[in-house]
C-alpha cells in the first residue's frame, strides 16, 4: 500500500515540474503552455498531431487526462508513460482507426483530485457522508483532497466550453459528437465517465481504464461507489450514440476494482448497453500503472475509433 500511495503523492508535483517537451517517436507535439482558464488553474496542454497531418483533412479528436504522462518517460516524475504516440502510429499504420489527434490535459497537481472526482455523486451524499468523504486521508496522513473543494464540474466546463472551442479553431477537426472521445485512467477514468454523462451532446465514446471507483483509498465505510453506481442509474447516455469502455487489472490498486466493476456492468446492461457499444475488459494480474495501460491501449483506442 506504502507504493500505492507513493505513486499517486508523486503524481500531484505541480504543472511546473516537468515543463520539458516530450520528446516523441512519430508526429508532432505542439504544446499550449499554462492554458489559461476561467474555471480552473492554468496547465499545459500537449496536442499530438499523426505522421502526415494535414489541414486539407478533417480529424478525430480524442483528449485525454493526465497529459504529462502520455508521451515520453523521460519527463514523467516515475520513467514510465503511456507512449500513445506509438500505440496510435501503429494503429494508423496497420489501418485499424480513423485518423485523431491527441489532446494530452495536463493535471492541476494539486488540484487532480478534485477536479477528477465526479460532482454530482459527491453532492448526493448526506452531510456526514461528505464530510467523512473531504476529509478522507492517504496512507501517509496528507488530505485526498488537499483541502480543496471539489470542482470536477468546472473541469468540465472548461474542456466543453474554452479547451474544445479552441483546438476546433486552431485544428483540422471534425466537431460532432461521433468524432470526439474522452479518455484518461484511476481518477481519470472517473471523469471521462462522468464527462460523457454529463455532455452526451459532446462525446461520442469513453475510455475509462482503471477506474478508481473508491473515489479515495479506503473502502471501509465508504459512501461513494454505490453514489457513482446511482449516478450511472441516472445519467448514463443513449447507447445507441455512445461507446463507453471499461477496465481494470487485478493487482495493487486495482485490486479493489473487480466488484465496483460488476455492479457498474450491471446498470450498463440495465441501460441497453451491449457489446457493440460497451466493453469491460479485466487483466488478469496487471497493477495501477502506466506501463499496464500503455499493453492495452490499444484496445479502446480500436473500440472507438475503429474503421
Not at 480552473?40 to 500537449?46: C, L, M, P, V
Not at 453514489?227 to 490498486?253: E, M, Q, R, S, V
Request: glycine letters at 6%; charged letters at 20%; one cysteine or more.
Amino acid at each position: 500500500m506504502m507504493k500505492i500511495t507513493l505513486s499517486f503523492t508523486l503524481l500531484l508535483l505541480t504543472v511546473t515540474t516537468f515543463s520539458q517537451l516530450p520528446s516523441v517517436s512519430s508526429g508532432t507535439l505542439k504544446r499550449h503552455e499554462s492554458f489559461y482558464s476561467h474555471y480552473i488553474t492554468a496547465r499545459h496542454i500537449d496536442v499530438w498531431l499523426p505522421e502526415g497531418y494535414s489541414v486539407t483533412r478533417k480529424y478525430s479528436v480524442i483528449y485525454m487526462h493526465d497529459g504529462q504522462m502520455l508521451f515520453d518517460s523521460a519527463t514523467t516524475w516515475n520513467k514510465q508513460t503511456w507512449d500513445a504516440d506509438d500505440v496510435i502510429t501503429k494503429l494508423l499504420q496497420e489501418n485499424k482507426i480513423n485518423d485523431v489527434i491527441v489532446v494530452g490535459i495536463w493535471n492541476g497537481g494539486t488540484t487532480r483530485h478534485t477536479d477528477y472526482f465526479p460532482q454530482k455523486p459527491f453532492e448526493s451524499l448526506i452531510l456526514e457522508q461528505k464530510e467523512k468523504i473531504f476529509t478522507a486521508a492517504r496512507a501517509n496522513g496528507n488530505s485526498v483532497f488537499n483541502e480543496q473543494k471539489i470542482n470536477s464540474d468546472n473541469y468540465l466546463k472548461f474542456l466543453v466550453k474554452e479547451l474544445k472551442p479552441f483546438i476546433d479553431k486552431n485544428y483540422s477537426t471534425y466537431k460532432d459528437r461521433s468524432h470526439t472521445f474522452i479518455a484518461g485512467s484511476s481518477m481519470g477514468g472517473l471523469i471521462s465517465m462522468y464527462a460523457i454523462c454529463e455532455y452526451p451532446k459532446v462525446f461520442g465514446g469513453a475510455a475509462c481504464m482503471s477506474t478508481h471507483w473508491p473515489g479515495i483509498f479506503s473502502m471501509e465505510g465508504n459512501p461513494i461507489p454505490d453514489a457513482f453506481i446511482n449516478y450511472l442509474k441516472t445519467n448514463l447516455p443513449d447507447p445507441k450514440k455512445h461507446k463507453i469502455y471499461f477496465d481494470y487489472g487485478t493487482a495493487t490498486l486495482d485490486a479493489l476494482y473487480p466488484p465496483l466493476q460488476q455492479k457498474a456492468d450491471e446498470v450498463m446492461k440495465e441501460k441497453g448497453f451491449t457489446g457493440k457499444n460497451w466493453i469491460t475488459k479485466e487483466f488478469p494480474g496487471e497493477d495501477h500503472s502506466e506501463k499496464a495501460w500503455h499493453k492495452r491501449l490499444h484496445i479502446p483506442l480500436t473500440f472507438l475509433l475503429g474503421k
